[in-house]
């Protein structure tokens, strides 16, 4: 099996015991079992799924607030706009925010090395894109462009997108447009 840069000698210790530890301090004060499903400012953020950022914190937002679509780059994908598509005609919300992120581990891979390891190692190719891309700016901009563009996403009134800086915490607004 094929190893990743994110391997260490360190030996593996699964942890979910401390998760449920977790979860039984966070249930003995839980004070949440009020909250609508439909987010109180109408709001869905899609973004990267990377352990850095803490979405609720980095945008100031509160529990019952808004969606939260995370995936490996934060990019609109088929299943983003199945998500979207639901938050929009079941949960009210009517903004979408994007966030990217500098130094996402995305862009250490390409679309075809993948896909060609994994088949030299699996026997077969996977069937999803990766979405692997270089400048962070630029996908936020693409991915602004796919919601643009798709029907099943019907309220594209208030669409933004920023790219978020891992090392100074900042967020950096992207225009959909390259003359803005």
């Known amino acids: 099996m094929a190893s990743s840069s994110s391997d260490t000698d360190t030996p593996f210790t699964p942890t979910a015991d401390e998760l449920v530890a977790g979860n039984e301090r ?3 004060g839980f004070a949440d079992q009020d909250l609508q499903v439909s987010p109180t400012r109408r709001m869905a953020v899609v973004t990267c799924m990377d352990s850095r950022m803490d979405i609720f914190a980095l ?8 969606h939260i679509i995370r995936n490996a780059g934060g990019v609109i994908t ?12 079941y949960l009210g919300t009517r ?6 992120h500098t130094d996402c581990g ?10 060609s390891e994994l088949e030299s190692e699996l026997g077969v190719k996977p069937w999803w894109a990766v ?4 400048d962070p700016y630029l996908d ?3 991915s602004m ?11 594209k009134e208030y669409v933004r997108g920023f790219v978020y800086d891992v090392s100074t915490g900042r967020l950096d607004e992207v225009s959909l447009h390259t003359d803005d």
Do not use: Y
Not at 95 to 100: D, F, K, S, T
């Open 145 to 155: 462009k796919r919601l643009e563009m798709t029907p099943f996403v019907p309220h």
């Open 78 to 89: 088929d299943d983003v706009i199945r998500s979207l598509c639901l938050s929009q005609r």
């Open 106 to 115: 995305l862009m250490l891979v390409t679309e075809d090395g993948l896909k």
């Open 26 to 28: 966070f249930a003995e």
């Open 140 to 142: 936020v901009r693409q």
């Open 59 to 66: 945008l100031g937002l509160g529990h019952g607030e808004a």
């Open 131 to 134: 979405e692997s891309f270089e």
């Open 95 to 100: 903004e979408i925010v994007l966030v990217h």
